[in-house]
């Protein structure tokens, strides 16, 4: 006879890349009833999310709403609806997620221009503007806000300018700093963007908060193909999430993951109790928390404009830095996470992103480093 697997894991201080500390309101609210996705209970639901969403963008943009699928499904929901065979784009790579947009986008059928910076390193606007002049038929400029693989923040602000200048859509991913940094989509210009639940958020992983503008509506409706993907097609998925353009009824799409919907509901009321604003600066002073900390270990930030939510650090010289997470987790029951593509075995990236930026797991962590780094 075999036993089923028990699901109790033992609860961990998640202070990696993501997902982050999830809690406990929002693990209740997942566990509410099940109900229809055309149930009149749920749609309010499902409205009120993204009523709360566009606070969180801070945009009046009605097409805003969560796509079933982690933080890769929203950027691929973007690009297959705004790309298609013979587009061209323009994407700025600078570590894992700009990377990973090229190689999205160009499944879509586009011909992809990558500018690159070195990773850790953030891009100027003139570097921006000279790629944009460079390729004029761009139909897009792809860009990550927090670059989570290298812990680099790049601005965008005076960026949609350049962009409109040239004809391009700004499209932007903001899976790490929705909620975590200063992000403000009508503001800034921002034509699309995408983000996830499971970072600055503090929801668990499995939905994809988008919001589309009027030029990215207009290119969509432009299109001559349709969007290679069915299930991320966003003339069928508005009918569902904003009830259709003349406010006629809701047409089934998919069904909704009803309760990732009460536990992303959750997490934004969360949100926007505690403030955009103190929300952004708690982050802003758990960063810095952390930085005098480990400084004061003799430990060193990668890039020069680092991410609050997410600090990479080169990992201590003569040290195994797997063995160092291995120990942080099994000891202590804190997880961070290691170096990605050139970095691996070299940086060390610390979370701090949403529920798990606290006094208590700053001092935590240093004091665990301090006394395994002795
Ligand atoms: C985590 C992350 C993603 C991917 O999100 P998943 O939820 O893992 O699919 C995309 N972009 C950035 C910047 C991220 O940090």
């Not at 070195?118 to 503007?129: K, S, V």
């Not at 020069?304 to 080169?314: D, F």
Request: proline residues 6%; neutral net charge.
């Amino acid at each position: 006879m075999t036993t089923a697997p028990q699901t109790n894991p033992v609860e961990r201080i998640l202070m990696g890349p993501g997902p982050s500390t999830v809690p406990h309101r929002i693990l209740r609210a997942l566990s509410a009833p099940t109900l229809g996705h055309l149930d009149p209970q749920y749609l309010e639901i499902m409205d009120e999310t993204c009523a709360m969403l566009r606070q969180v963008f801070r945009t009046q943009n009605p097409l805003t709403f969560p796509v079933s699928g982690t933080g890769m499904a929203g950027m691929e929901c973007v690009a297959t609806n705004l790309l298609e065979p013979g587009d061209e784009a323009i994407v700025c790579i600078n570590g894992v997620f700009g990377t990973r947009m090229k190689d999205v986008m160009e499944r879509c059928g586009a011909t992809v221009h990558a500018i690159e910076a070195a990773w850790g390193d953030t891009f100027t606007h003139e570097q921006l503007a000279a790629a944009l002049d460079a390729h004029p038929r761009a139909k897009l400029l792809g860009i990550v806000h927090a670059e989570t693989s290298t812990g680099a923040l790049q601005p965008l602000e005076g960026l949609s300018a350049l962009c409109r200048e040239k004809g391009a859509l700004l499209v932007v991913d903001a899976v790490t700093s929705l909620g975590g940094h200063e992000l403000r989509v009508d503001d800034w210009g921002i034509d699309a963007i995408y983000s996830g639940t499971q970072k600055c958020l503090s929801c668990p992983p499995g939905l994809a908060p988008v919001s589309f503008g009027e030029r990215a509506l207009a290119a969509m409706d432009a299109r001559k193909t349709k969007p290679q993907s069915w299930y991320l097609d966003v003339s069928m998925l508005r009918k569902y999430y904003t009830g259709g353009s003349g406010g006629g009824g809701r047409v089934y799409h998919h069904t909704a993951p009803i309760n990732m919907t009460y536990a992303l509901r959750e997490a934004l009321a969360i949100v926007l109790e505690e403030g955009l604003e103190a929300r952004i600066e708690r982050h802003r002073q758990m960063h810095l928390r952390l930085r005098a900390g480990l400084e004061s270990l003799g430990l060193a930030y990668i890039p020069k404009h680092s991410l609050h939510p997410l600090n990479c650090i080169h990992a201590p010289a003569g040290k195994d830095e797997a063995a160092l997470r291995k120990s942080l987790l099994t000891d202590y029951g804190i997880e961070i996470g290691g170096g990605l593509g050139p970095m691996a075995g070299k940086a060390l990236r610390i979370g701090l992103m949403g529920h798990t930026a606290t006094t208590r797991n700053v001092d935590l962590l240093l004091a665990a480093l301090r006394s395994l780094l002795a």
